[in-house]
């Protein structure tokens, strides 16, 4: 036996499981890597009362533990894939795929094969009927296949109930080569966007905003929501429309069979009547705060590894936040960084566990690979703007920002009760959204936006090596504005932002944050 004397902080490892109830686990949870830079506040903090009886002596006695406050607060860089599923806890809602044939958390329900001959994905295992999930003409984006060949962007030729057939996504029906490959459980079909058919989709430049219109797709069939963010065009010349300024981000502000309306547009939108593009149409995976009847809420466990104490330990220690809500999240994006961001739980208990015991059980998949978002090189668009009614592409109140900070805050209370240590439940508040911007100065619009009291909204599109997210306040009210001026220094101006549910604006924009994980765009998107 050789006792360890002290651990080191990189022995550690932290993880997440959803509970089936508060301070409950399901009967095989899913414990999901984290990969945290620094904690804060995280684990037990208990609270003791010291006896205080008047007495001669004039000394206090043993005090008793009254009350413990459990959370689980930590800094972790943003990645494609590590936030998706954790935020829906956040937001209290469900994430809103297109359609997908895996786990946001990347444990599949079932088994893909691959076919060579005829380009085909067969579904061996589960009982998920594609249909229900692919149609002809869909945009699909497949990973974690071990050939790469059976990885990339492809577009439905044919679907049956346990098969999608591939082509390339060039408009030209090419045929593909894949690679068989034997059922695996790593793989994963994701619907990714829509390939119109020959000239079909227009801008159309007639009503009060930019809109596409079509003699053949049925836009509402597409699985899109008003306020959601979508990409328009291709790589390929035969995917997008002539006219550069038409492609880019834009989010929709109504949606009928034969027109797709845009509020927002990445340029000012002209006129096409396409007569040879089979354009390509981008969306991915909403996230926003829902209405009354679509709220969930989750509790988690978070679990932090200690170590072993022993050499001789066959287990780690192991200490958990359980009954933990999701409080906080802010979004950290400042110049020549990374963006990461602060997380933080209330928990309603705490837990500790030694080597001989171990960590609970549960499945643990291997950390998802990935890269981190820049401030220097992997943003679109950050833009303000002050709300027009007409114009889909308002001058923005800046040019460049200097840092910007996001943070939703559920404002979590624990409930607290007589025979209870720790908490028995947790309240939340209202669901609010704000943070800061330093941005640098150039016009008094910025300023005269605040004095105003205008109605402003924020978006930002962030794209890295082919995928993207895109995060939209359809209506925030600005504060601070007051300009620093220093000497040999760019004149900056500070703002505040307050974000409200943009209901005021549209009773369909019924939200106050909402965010778009794109699993593929074109490196058109990459500007």
């Known amino acids: 036996m050789t006792v360890n004397n002290k651990i080191n902080s990189n022995a550690t490892g932290l993880r ?36 205080n009886p008047i007495n001669s002596s004039r ?29 829906q806890g956040f937001f209290f809602a469900d994430l809103r795929p297109k359609g997908e044939a895996k786990n946001p958390i990347g444990i599949s329900t079932m088994t893909i094969s691959v076919t060579a001959t005829g380009s085909i994905f067969t579904r061996v295992g589960g009982t998920l009927d594609l249909t229900t999930v692919f149609t002809v003409d869909d945009l699909i984006f497949s990973a974690g296949f071990a050939n790469s060949a059976n990885n990339g962007l492809f577009k439905v030729d044919a679907v ?52 596409l219109t079509s003699t053949t797709l049925d836009f509402t ?43 927002k547009t990445q340029g000012t939108m002209i006129t096409e009547a396409n007569t040879t593009a089979l354009i390509h149409l981008f969306f991915g995976r909403v996230l926003k705060n829902e209405a009354a009847a679509s709220i969930i809420r989750r509790t988690y466990q978070l679990e932090r590894t200690l170590g072993k ?81 007409t114009d889909a592409n308002p001058t923005a109140l800046f040019a460049f920002a200097q840092e910007l900070t996001l943070t939703i805050d559920n404002n979590i209370t624990p409930d607290k009760a007589i025979g209870v240590l720790g908490a028995f439940d947790a309240t939340a508040g209202n669901f ?17 936006a605040v004095r105003n009291n205008s109605d402003v909204t924020l978006d930002i599109f962030m794209v890295k090596s082919n995928a993207g997210i895109a995060i939209d306040l359809p209506l925030i ?51």
């Open 16 to 51: 997440y499981a959803e509970e089936a109830s508060p301070k409950t686990l399901p009967g095989t949870p899913v414990w999901v890597a984290q990969e945290p830079n620094s904690y804060s506040d995280f684990g037990g903090q208990l609270s003791t009362t010291a006896r």
């Open 59 to 87: 000394q206090n006695k043993k005090g008793v533990i009254t009350d413990l406050d459990a959370s689980g607060g930590y800094n972790e860089d943003i990645t494609q894939t590590n936030l998706q599923h954790l935020l």
């Open 160 to 211: 049956t109930s346990t098969t999608v057939d591939v082509v390339a996504a060039d408009g030209l029906e090419t045929a593909v080569t894949l690679v068989d490959e034997a059922a695996t459980s790593n793989g994963s079909l994701v619907v990714v966007g829509y390939e119109a058919a020959v000239g079909d989709i227009d801008v159309d430049m007639t009503g009060s905003r930019p809109a």
């Open 221 to 263: 069939t597409l699985g899109l929501i008003v306020g959601e963010p979508i990409f328009v065009g291709g790589d390929l010349t035969a995917n997008k429309f002539t006219n550069a300024i038409n492609n880019g981000i834009c989010r929709i502000r109504s949606i009928a069979a034969a027109r797709l309306e845009f509020d």
């Open 309 to 389: 104490a022993d050499t001789t330990d066959t287990y780690d220690q192991a200490e958990y936040v359980t009954g933990a809500v999701p409080n906080q999240v802010s979004v950290n994006i400042a110049r020549a960084d990374k963006v990461t961001v602060d997380i933080s739980f209330v928990g309603m208990d705490h837990e500790l566990v030694d080597g001989t015991t171990g960590p609970k059980t549960g499945t643990r998949p291997a950390l998802v690979e990935a890269d981190a978002f820049n401030t220097s090189s992997d943003f679109s668009r950050i833009k303000l703007a002050v709300m027009d009614a």
């Open 432 to 448: 609010s959204v704000g943070g800061n911007i330093t941005a640098y100065f150039a016009d008094i619009a910025s300023v005269e």
């Open 477 to 527: 009210t600005l504060g601070d504005g007051r300009l620093e001026v220093e000497q040999d220094q760019s004149i900056t101006i500070p703002v505040t932002n307050e974000a409200a549910t943009g209901a005021k604006i549209d009773l369909n924009l019924d939200h106050t944050m909402l965010m778009v994980f794109f699993d593929y765009l074109p490196t058109l998107a990459d500007v």
